[in-house]
């Protein structure tokens, strides 16, 4: 044992007996698992003296450690792993554990702070956006260069984006509250808002969905009520709103349009001659569908009729419209001799039949006639694609 290792031993110990025999420190619980002299010799325990400085390395270390630098340096990849791995089997378990705590900085690497300076910003971009709310202010906060690709990358929009495509609620609030004009492609002239608006508008967003939660959870609202009842009759079969109006259609033959705000009744369009059953809107149009079995269309903006669609034979129950393309149902008696039936009491009665109508909105004609149903016709929704339609059969 070196001189210069000094050990304080306890009383208690010295009082035990003759420890001369035994070498110092070297106590263990077991005799197969004896402490390492090597792990022994780091050890420098005091009572009074602080630890000693690591010693200074001999000329002839240093003369010899270039030396095997320069062979090392010498040698191609594969040669110098081989050599690394035979020195490693060499050393006891405290040097492994100093060797990992030397190598693990060197192999946490910034990969997406390297990504950019290949030129790669946008597989950065991509990586981080598939982060959620939280993940994503966690990295901002990371260092100067992730926050860097999370503004130029514009990810705040672009969560805001995925979570509109993906959820309806998101969708809907959306465009009631107009920041939908600030997503996906811009409209021609309108300036793009920078990343710190979209930054800023995510809480409030969630805000939104929060309270509105909590009031269906609670049963918290509002209630307002608008009086729609005529002289002749009282109904309301079909209406449609946005954040300025509601259009209703009604069983005494008329479609009105009230203030969202103040609840009062700005417009009645009159010209159905029976109950309006179904009704639609957009910025340009309103086309509604009667019992009197015509459709009509009207201008929205100032209620003028437009055109009248005279195609079907029975009330009209359903409509749904959509670029220029419109799907109407109603049911239709069959008069023909194909549709008869006899019963049992040997009368004769014809058959009822469902029947879609596909329309150009723009020209008024009828496109097609789809057939199938048996029983009413009652919703519609169609895409480019296909047309569902859901009947009483």
Known sequence: MSSEMEVDVPEHIEEAGDTSSNPPLRHSPS???P??????????????????????????????RESCLKHFQSWNDQEQI???????????????GQVNLYLKPMLQRDFLSLLPKKGCDHVAEMILSYLDDKSLRSAELVCKEWNRVAAEGMLWKKLIERNVRTDPLWRGLA??????????????????????????????????IDILD??????????????????????????????HKIVSGLRDNTIKIWDRNSLQCMQVLTGHTGSVLCLQYDDKVIISGSSDSTVRVWDVRNGELVNTLI??????????????????CSK????????????????????????????????????????????????IRFDSKRIVSGAYD
């Not at 081989?82 to 492994?96: G, I, T």
């Not at 269906?216 to 729609?228: A, P």
């Not at 009491?345 to 496109?367: K, M, P, V």
């Open 31 to 33: 005799d197969d698992y």
């Open 35 to 64: 402490m390492s002299p090597r792990l022994f010799d780091q050890i420098n325990i005091t009572n009074s003296e602080p630890l000693r400085r690591r010693k200074e390395p001999s000329p002839k270390f240093v003369e010899d």
């Open 82 to 96: 081989e050599f690394v791995q035979n020195l490693l089997s060499q050393m006891c378990h405290y040097q492994h």
């Open 175 to 208: 465009e009631r509250k107009g920041w939908i004009d600030y997503l996906f492609k811009p409209r021609p002239g309108q300036p793009m808002p920078d990343h710190s608006f979209y930054r800023r508008l995510y809480p409030q967003i969630i805000q939104s």
């Open 214 to 243: 909590f009031n269906w959870r609670t049963g918290h609202h509002t209630l307002q009520r608008i009086n729609c009842r005529s002289e002749n009759s009282k109904g309301v079969y079909c209406l449609q709103y946005d954040d």
């Open 311 to 328: 195609h079907h034979c029975e009330a009209v129950l359903h409509l749904r419209f959509n670029d220029g393309m419109m799907v109407t």
């Open 332 to 379: 239709r008696q069959r008069h023909e001799n194909f549709g008869a039936f006899q019963t049992v009491n040997g009368e004769y009665r014809s058959q009822l039949a469902a029947h879609l109508l596909l329309w150009d909105i723009e020209t008024g004609s009828c496109l097609r006639i789809l057939e199938g149903h048996e029983e009413l016709v009652r919703c």
